[in-house]
């Protein structure tokens, strides 16, 4: 019967070939994108905006914000989405190799706005930290940028200065200046956390770059001990971290550890499934910042444990995902794309675990937000972009595969 066909597809006008490779060019299409990578994110931000939303919805009641609607901070929250993820797009068709030959002027520029954030009359200070840059329709902060330009320079820095890797002059001290720079104008604003995270992103990329074990042990230790002298020589930081050990206190659950204490109690009436989504009687102006910083907070409390376990589910899924992208690019010889994949997952990740560390007691009080959900334009534009740069290095992993070009 087979042979059959066959010979009677000799005198057909049209052969079966083109057909069947016209079929597998479509199945083909369908894999060139990561769909569970878009779908994790576009979960994690939609979820984020329904609790953003219940989470504020009674902010209004408050002479602060009385001038509000009950819908504000949904609907902004939306506007951030959509024009991110349209932000997104835009940046998914941008080659990498692009981005690695820009990563350099990108750092400069924000270094420059970061700058611009300490001069009186351009930055703009909220509950006395100067963050943010007022362009009157939104404001920029600067220090989430950096956290995105800085996993694309030290990516860049490492694959220029691969062969000075083990040597601590010029591999590693040029990188160490960089970030010192970055630290000490985020210390002026004051932004402790968000140094935090970008000195873990360039320690991680130099470390899976190749930099020598013993300078990276040193410099580790070194670290360690600025963190600590900074928080020693600042007393309100200093008792931050007092009040953080035993927040139960009665001057502490009402002073230094108040956010904390009151976020506690939140997952405890949380236990198990939550009282409920819109329920949460902490974001009813007990529990400060509940639609930015202790977001979690609040899905502990109407959620419970299993809806936190959903989140922490989430970002770990996220962030494995991203260094198995980058364990690939690097298969493939694609150096800079397979750090980049790797800084964007240590950035997303050490983020989110500090957020969820502060919201539940195991690390102190810091102003970082929870990555893609959180609320503020700022945070969830970077973090798309970011992603978006992700999806491209897995895209073109899977071109080269295929014996295609990027």
Known sequence: MKQALMSLSKWLPFSAEPVAASHLAKRSR????????????????????????SASISLPDSPK??????????????????????????????????????????FVITLILLVAVLVPGLGKGVNGAKRWLSFKVFNLQPSELMK?????????????????????????????????????LLLLEPDLGAFGVIVCIAM???????????????????????????????????????????????????GKAYQLSH???????????????????????????????????????????????????????????AFEIGRQAIALDLTFAGLTAKGIGIWIGVQAFINMGVNLGLLPTKGLTLPLMSYGGSGIMINCVGLAILLRIDYENRQLMRGGRA
């Open 204 to 254: 991680g990329i130099l470390f899976l770059g190749g930099i020598n074990g013993v300078w990276f042990g040193g410099i580790a230790a070194t670290l360690v001990g600025i963190f600590s002298m900074v928080i020693l020589l600042s007393p309100w930081r200093r008792e931050r971290i007092f009040a953080y050990l035993n927040p139960w206190v009665e001057e502490n659950a009402l």
């Open 65 to 106: 914000y009385a001038n509000y609607k009950n819908t504000h901070f949904l609907v902004r929250q939306a506007m951030f989405i959509a024009v991110s993820l349209l932000a997104g797009l835009f940046v998914f068709r941008v080659k990498i190799e692009t981005w690695q030959k820009v990563a350099p002027y990108l």
């Open 263 to 321: 976020s506690l109690i939140a997952f405890g009436r949380g236990e198990l499934f939550g009282v409920g989504l819109g329920a949460s009687v902490e974001k009813l102006h007990y529990l400060p910042e509940a639609h930015t910083d202790f977001l979690l907070a609040v899905i502990g409390e109407e959620l419970g444990f299993s809806g936190v376990l959903v989140v922490v589910l989430l970002f770990y899924w996220l962030v494995k995902r």
């Open 148 to 184: 995105l330009f800085v996993v694309l320079y030290a990516a860049d820095y490492t694959v220029r200065k691969q062969e000075y890797m083990h040597k601590l002059t010029k591999g590693f001290l040029p990188m160490a200046l960089a970030v010192g720079v970055v630290g000490l």
């Open 30 to 53: 369908m894999m060139e994108y990561d769909q569970p990578l878009i779908w994790v994110t576009l979960i994690l931000m939609l979820f984020g905006m329904v609790m953003v939303y």
